[in-house]
Structure formats: structure tokens, C-alpha cells
């Protein structure tokens, strides 16, 4: 005799309560979760953006917004010693499956996945902190940052000091970053609907 | 060439953001002062004679504003037309076009004048915020005096169409086109700065009419079409003649930190506003 939905439906709410089945289902899921979670993290980390930031004042200008001129870190206007890279690392990092069983014995995951604005409003511009410099990196960004850094290490005494206004000749050539990740990933996650367990 | 998309955006953009602004923060004032004759090249054989304020109303729907309609010329009211007397919106003064005009006249007019100034510009947040000087809109001045035409004046707020994209929304060949607007804006105090940001972020999720750029109230003098808008501008009753929309999805508002403020600009007050801005449409028909 073949064993149809509708007598597989009935027995739910008792299989559910095996915590055999529940560990082995929310072990599955878990284990999708945190391969896309080092997928997302090994191409954030990668990311000619992430590397520029992250190697501080003295990077080069790997990820070719700049013209090779200056870096990134620089020209968004970051402190030496800032670690503007960590709090996106720390959002990827908290992705984990959440599980509710209903009565009907259904269990529902949630994914608590960021979206690029969830990024864009931990990633403040060091001279307007409500604007984004990750979304910056996406849409532009202007040099205001690099011109304030040129203007006060030329005060500090790290620089010629000059009546005349300080250019900072840089234009900045906008690149893909944290959206096509976001999205990227986001597919990946949904692909997760249809996984057979 | 003719306009395409892009002009017909920053154009509604421009007409809609002075309205919105205006009306949401009441942001004008009405000024009854004299005019005062200057020499200005650029009209040719016409008279002109300057207001102390830059940037005046002409937008009918703006509540509680003035719209000039005439001067008082040496006691007599004289209305637009006579003597070519058109009136410069934009640098807020009245220019008599037909020659033989006396340039000692007693010239006093009532005329609204907007909070913020508004500029359409393809100029980087940096050469604006780096490199240019501003006169202010002379509000405060002691001495009442034409204000200097051209030149962009303080309070102001500078927007720029920073970028344009298509993505496929849907077959048939329909695009989902986002335009990044970004705007500067120089307050004189942090309640002005304050006011304009949060009308701004309030805009987020409303519509404005596509207006072709062919409908733009001013004409080479900056001053109104009278043959396309006969009885006066209204920028309700214009955008309802048109049906395509434009959404903003997005507004991001933001102050300049005070100390990287003060010193690029020691007595204005710095925000950005940036919109995100979407329309469903057919590139390639």
C-alpha cells in the first residue's frame, strides 16, 4: 500500500516531538546556514573593498576606486587604528536559524539575515555619521574626509600648511559591494525553502 | 538636443522639492523693501533694478506667499508688461526690457522670498563644500542694498542627480530606473538645518509627477512663461496635468560632524539629504 501525504499528515505532531527528529532537522539546517555563512564571509573578506579597508592608512588602492591616488580608508577619512570592517563582519557572523514548532507540527525557521540597509546603518561616515560608507561605496562618495585628514595633518605639521584651498584632485568610481553580496546570499538563504532533508 | 528622462527627473525633482519644502516647513518669508538700479551686462539694453533678496516665490500653491504681480513705481503701482517690466525670480530683481527706462526711479515692491534657496548643480559635494564661497541672502544686512545677481547665496541647498540606473522589472521590456538625488544643504543655524532634514525625511515613500522639462515655469531671464502659464504658476495644478509618477523609496539625512563643519564653513551649519528615487518605464521603446 502506498503511503500518501494524508497519512503522513496526521503522525506530524508526534514526529516533531521526537528530539531525535527535531535534532536532526534543526543539525541539517544549521549546517546549510553556516556554509552559506562562510560563503558570504569568505567573499566578504575577499573583497577588494574589505581588504583596501581593512589594511588601513597604508594600503594601496587595490579595489581601483581611486586611481590608485590614495586608499579607501584614507579617502573616506577613517582614524588610524579605526576598524570600520568589524561591525559588518559581526552582523554576517550573528546569521543563525531561529526554529518554532507549531501545534499542528509544523516547524517554521527564521533566518535572521541582514539587509544592506541593516549594514548601511552600522557603517557611519566618520564626517556625517548618518550617511553610509558602505552604501557610499555603491552610489559615491566625495572626498571630504581626505580633504579634512590633508587640512589637519598639514596643522599637525605633517603637511605644508596653504592659504590657497586644498584640492584633493581624487574622484572616486563607484563599485558593487555590500547590495550584490546581500542579494547574492539572500537567494541562497531562500533556496533553503525547497531543501529535502 | 532634446530632453530626455534624466532632465525631465531633475526638473520635477527641482519643481516638486520647492513646493514640498516651502509648504512643509513654511519655509518663506515676505519682504516689502525698495529696489535699487545696478548695471548688469548680461541683459543688454534693459533697466535693472534689485531687491535685497534672492530668490523669490512664484509658485501660486505655496500657502501664504506673495506673488509680485507689478511694482510701486514713484507712488503709482505699475503692473508686469509695462515698459517690459518682467521680474527675475531666480536673482530678485525686476528688469524693464524696453530702453529709455529711468535709472532713478523710487521703486518699492512686496515679494516672498524663499527660506532656502534652491540650486540645481552638477558640482561634486566637494567643490561645493571645499571650494566655493557664498554670499547670504542678506537678511541681516544693516545697509539695504540689491543683493549680487548670479552668485549662489546662503541659506541654500544644492541638488544634484548623482546617478541614474536601469535594472529589467519586467518582460516586455519594462526597467526599474533608480536615480540617486543628493542634495547639500548650508543653514544659518542648527534649528534652520534641523527643520529642512526632517521635512526631508518625512518625503520618503510619497509620489511626484514626471513633468517634462518643456514645462519648467521660468524663461531665460528667470522669469515666468507667461504664455504657457498665463494666469500664474501653480505646482499642484502643472502636475496634475501629467500622470507618470516618480516614488521616492528612500531619504537618508545627515549632519555634517560640527568640527569638520566649522571648518570648511565657520558660520553655516552643513547637512546632506540623499533620495533614492525609482520610476517603472520603457528605455529602449
Redesign the interface.
Known amino acids: 500500500m502506498a503511503v500518501t501525504k494524508k497519512d503522513i499528515f496526521p503522525l506530524l505532531p508526534k514526529i516533531v516531538r521526537e528530539q531525535e527528529y527535531v535534532r536532526y532537522v534543526n543539525r541539517r539546517i544549521k549546517t546549510k546556514v553556516e556554509e552559506i555563512k562562510e560563503e558570504i564571509l569568505k567573499e566578504f573578506n575577499n573583497h577588494p573593498v574589505t581588504v583596501e579597508i581593512e589594511g588601513g592608512v597604508s594600503s594601496s588602492n587595490i579595489s581601483g576606486t581611486l586611481n590608485g591616488i590614495t586608499n579607501l580608508f584614507s579617502f573616506i577619512g577613517f582614524d588610524s587604528g579605526e576598524k570600520p570592517i568589524d561591525p559588518i563582519r559581526r552582523r554576517i557572523e550573528q546569521i543563525a536559524p531561529k526554529f518554532r514548532i507549531s501545534p499542528t507540527g509544523i516547524i517554521t525557521y527564521t533566518i535572521e539575515f541582514p539587509t544592506a540597509k541593516d549594514i548601511f546603518e552600522i557603517t557611519p561616515l566618520p564626517w556625517a555619521p548618518g550617511r553610509s560608507w558602505a552604501k557610499g561605496i555603491e552610489t559615491g562618495i566625495s572626498g571630504i574626509g581626505y580633504y579634512i585628514k590633508k587640512v589637519s595633518n598639514s596643522r599637525s605639521g605633517l603637511g605644508i600648511q596653504s592659504k590657497k584651498p586644498v584640492r584633493t584632485g581624487v574622484r572616486f568610481q563607484n563599485t558593487q559591494y555590500i547590495s550584490s553580496l546581500i542579494n547574492k546570499y539572500t537567494k541562497e538563504i531562500q533556496k533553503l525553502e525547497k531543501l529535502t532533508l | 538636443m532634446i530632453p530626455t528622462f534624466t532632465h525631465d527627473v531633475n526638473n520635477s525633482f527641482f519643481l516638486w522639492f520647492d513646493n514640498y519644502l516651502a509648504n512643509q516647513i513654511s519655509g518663506h518669508r515676505t519682504y516689502t523693501t525698495k529696489f535699487y538700479c545696478y548695471k548688469d551686462d548680461t541683459i543688454g539694453s534693459g533697466v535693472v533694478y534689485g531687491s535685497p533678496y534672492k530668490q523669490w516665490v512664484y509658485d501660486h500653491n505655496v500657502a501664504g506667499a506673495t506673488i509680485p504681480s507689478g511694482l510701486t513705481i514713484d507712488g503709482v503701482f505699475t503692473p508686469t508688461g509695462t515698459s517690459g517690466l518682467i521680474f527675475d525670480f531666480q536673482n530678485g530683481r525686476a528688469i524693464f526690457q524696453n530702453t529709455g527706462v529711468s535709472s532713478g526711479l523710487a521703486i518699492t515692491g512686496t515679494y516672498t522670498v524663499k527660506e532656502y534657496n534652491t540650486y540645481i548643480t552638477d558640482e561634486?559635494?566637494?567643490t561645493l563644500?571645499?571650494?566655493n564661497k557664498y554670499q547670504t541672502n542678506s537678511r541681516f544686512t544693516v545697509t539695504e542694498n540689491a543683493v549680487t545677481p548670479y552668485d549662489c547665496a546662503t541659506p541654500a541647498i544644492f541638488i544634484s542627480a548623482?546617478?541614474v540606473t536601469n535594472k529589467g522589472f519586467a518582460m516586455g521590456g519594462m526597467d526599474e530606473t533608480t536615480v540617486?538625488m543628493?542634495g547639500v544643504v548650508f543653514a544659518e543655524s542648527l534649528f534652520q538645518l534641523d527643520g529642512a532634514l526632517s521635512a526631508c525625511a518625512d518625503a520618503a515613500q510619497r509620489c511626484f509627477k514626471l513633468i517634462p522639462m518643456t514645462a519648467h515655469p521660468l524663461a531665460e531671464f528667470m522669469n515666468l512663461k507667461t504664455g504657457s502659464y498665463p494666469t500664474g504658476y501653480d505646482y499642484v495644478n502643472t502636475s496634475n496635468q501629467y500622470t507618470n509618477k516618480i516614488f521616492i523609496y528612500?531619504v537618508?539625512?545627515?549632519?555634517?560632524?560640527d568640527s569638520?563643519s566649522k571648518?570648511?564653513h565657520p558660520k553655516l551649519n552643513i547637512g546632506?539629504i540623499?533620495f533614492d528615487l525609482g520610476n517603472m518605464r520603457y528605455p529602449r521603446s
Not at chain 2, 537618508?252 to 560632524?257: A, F, G, I, L, Y
Open positions: 561634486t559635494e566637494e563644500l571645499v571650494e548623482e546617478s540617486v543628493k528612500d537618508t539625512t545627515s549632519k555634517m560632524r569638520v571648518e570648511l546632506f540623499d
